[in-house]
T-cell receptor, first 107, second 117 residues
Framework: AQRVTQPEKLLSVFKGAPVELKCNYS??????LFWYVQYSRQRLQLLLR??SRESIKGFTADLNKGETSFHLKKPFAQEEDSAMYYC?????????FGAGTILRVKS | GAVVSQHPSWVICKSGTSVKIECRSL??????MFWYRQFPKQSLMLMAT?????????EQGVEKDKFLINHASLTLSTLTVTSAHPEDSSFYIC?????????????FGPGTRLTVL
C-alpha cells in the first residue's frame, strides 16, 4: 500500500541551526513527492516538489529511491520557518499525506 | 498562486441538521476538486474526489449518503453533511486543481470548522 511516514511529530531547533524533516514513503511505482507547509492560521500551500529540483525559502529535498526517503532540509533555520510540514505522495489522481511534523524554531 | 475560497469559515449546528460548505476556485477553473477532513493535530484524510459534471468518487469508509458532494461548475463544489452528529465535528478542507495544463498544482482552501452540538 502507498504510505507516507513522518516519524517526528515535533522538531524543535534553535535559530541558525540546520533542519532536517524526515519523510519515508512506500510506493510500488515511480513516486512523485511533495512537501507542503501550513503556517499558523494559514492554508496549506505547496513548498516544493521533487520533480522541480528547486530550492524554496532555502529548503531542499532530494528523492532517495534506495532509502525511499524525501527528507526536507535547510542549513540555517529561521524563526519564520516555524510551521506544520506535510510530506505527500501522488497516488494516481490524488495526494496521500503524511501525519505532519511541527517545526519550532526558537530564538 | 491561484486562490481557493471556502464558505463558511466556521459553522455550529444542532445534531440532526444538514450543513452545506462551498468551495470556489476564484481565478482559475478547477476540473478536479478534493474534499479532506482533518482532525486536531492529525493529517488530512481524503474524503472524495470530484470532477465537474460527474459523480464524486468517495474514499473507502466515507459514506456517500452522509457527505453529499456536488461539483456543478468549474469553479464551485459543495459538500453537504446530512443529518450531522457530534462525531462529524471536524475541519473540512477543499482543494482544487486544473488538470488541463502541464503543471497541475493542487491549491487548498482555508478550511471550514464544523461543530455539531
Amino acid at each position: 500500500a502507498q504510505r507516507v511516514t513522518q516519524p517526528e511529530k515535533l522538531l524543535s531547533v534553535f535559530k541558525g541551526a540546520p533542519v532536517e524533516l524526515k519523510c519515508n514513503y512506500s510506493y510500488s511505482g515511480s513516486p512523485e513527492l511533495f512537501w507542503y507547509v501550513q503556517y499558523s492560521r494559514q492554508r496549506l500551500q505547496l513548498l516544493l516538489r521533487h520533480i522541480s529540483r528547486e530550492s524554496i525559502k532555502g529548503f531542499t529535498a532530494d528523492l532517495n529511491k534506495g532509502e525511499t526517503s524525501f527528507h526536507l532540509k535547510k542549513p540555517f533555520a529561521q524563526e519564520e520557518d516555524s510551521a506544520m510540514y506535510y510530506c505527500a505522495l501522488k497516488k494516481g489522481n490524488k495526494l496521500v499525506f503524511g501525519a505532519g511534523t511541527i517545526l519550532r524554531v526558537k530564538s | 498562486g491561484a486562490v481557493v475560497s471556502q464558505h463558511p469559515s466556521w459553522v455550529i449546528c444542532k445534531s440532526g441538521t444538514s450543513v452545506k460548505i462551498e468551495c470556489r476556485s476564484l481565478d482559475f477553473q478547477a476540473t478536479t476538486m478534493f474534499w479532506y477532513r482533518q482532525f486536531p493535530k492529525q493529517s488530512l484524510m481524503l474524503m472524495a474526489t470530484s470532477n465537474e459534471g460527474s459523480k464524486a468518487t468517495y474514499e473507502q469508509g466515507v459514506e456517500k449518503d452522509k457527505f453529499l458532494i456536488n461539483h456543478a461548475s468549474l469553479t464551485l463544489s459543495t459538500l453537504t453533511v446530512t443529518s450531522a452528529h457530534p462525531e462529524d465535528s471536524s475541519f473540512y478542507i477543499c482543494s482544487a486543481r486544473d488538470d488541463r495544463g502541464s503543471y497541475n498544482e493542487q491549491f487548498f482552501g482555508p478550511g471550514t470548522r464544523l461543530t455539531v452540538l
